[in-house]
């Protein structure tokens, strides 16, 4: 039962680098969601997928593409990469955007930006 | 928009203490509200959630949380803590569609 499953776990880039963090969820769920952790901010919405096709920006989505490729896979692209953006990114998703629904993340990809 | 604040960082207990996690919320009618934990090196899970009723909420792993609209508060208690229960702790809310956090409290467990 894998459930939210995030790749790869530790990257190291340097400035102007791109890459793409993967994310994967396997509970047949609608919406998905980017999230960034830094000390002391708590988490910030990147970007999120209410639905397959539908993306919409977060609180922080400035440096940052999404892509929701299917129902299961929604990924998240740094086109040119800034120290600024070092941080754990997290995956989440749940059945749907209500208040109902909780949220289940995956176990984080810890990325450092020099 | 709504928003919810912790405002304790860091809290240290020792094991077979009880525990108090802070959490206070702005907003005017009644919010839903939630409490995630987040073990080292892992992904967030959810706790308890209060949507409306009864005010004291039962978690998993023995955790209760109780709404107080005077105070415009939702703590976080547990009557006695276990060494694995060090981890940081989120409260969130809802705004605008999307749940939002506040800054977390990490918790340590005294031997």
């Known amino acids: 039962n894998a459930g939210v499953t995030q790749t790869p776990k530790f990257q190291v880039l340097k400035t102007g680098q791109s890459m793409t963090l993967q994310c994967a969820q396997d509970?047949?769920?609608?919406?998905m969601y980017w999230y960034r952790q830094d000390p002391g901010m708590g988490l910030r919405l990147i970007y999120y997928?209410?639905?397959?096709?539908?993306?919409d920006k977060g609180e922080v989505p400035n440096g940052y593409n999404v892509s929701r490729l299917n129902k299961r896979e929604f990924s998240l692209r740094l086109e040119s990469a800034a120290p600024s953006q070092t941080s754990v990114y997290f995956c989440?998703?749940?059945?749907?955007?209500?208040?109902?629904?909780?949220?289940?993340f995956g176990n984080g990809t810890r990325l450092t930006v020099t | 928009a709504q928003s919810v604040t912790q405002p304790d960082i860091h809290i240290t207990v020792s094991e077979g203490a009880s525990l108090e996690l802070r959490c206070n919320y702005s907003?005017?009618?009644?919010?839903?509200l939630f409490w995630y934990v987040q073990s080292p090196g892992q992904g967030l899970q959810l706790l308890l959630k209060?949507?409306?009723?009864?005010?004291l909420v039962q978690g998993i792993k023995g955790f209760e949380a109780e709404f107080k609209r005077s105070q415009s508060s939702f703590n976080l208690r547990k009557p006695s803590v276990h060494w694995s229960d060090a981890a940081e702790y989120f409260c969130a809310t809802p705004s605008r569609g999307k749940l939002i956090f506040g800054q977390g409290t990490e918790l340590s467990v005294k031997p």
């Open positions: 989440a998703s749940n059945r749907d955007t209500s208040y109902n629904s909780p949220l289940h």
């Open positions: 907003y005017g009618a009644t919010p839903y």
């Open positions: 209060y949507f409306s009723g009864d005010t």
């Open positions: 997928s209410a639905s397959e096709g539908t993306t």
């Open positions: 509970m047949n769920h609608n919406s």
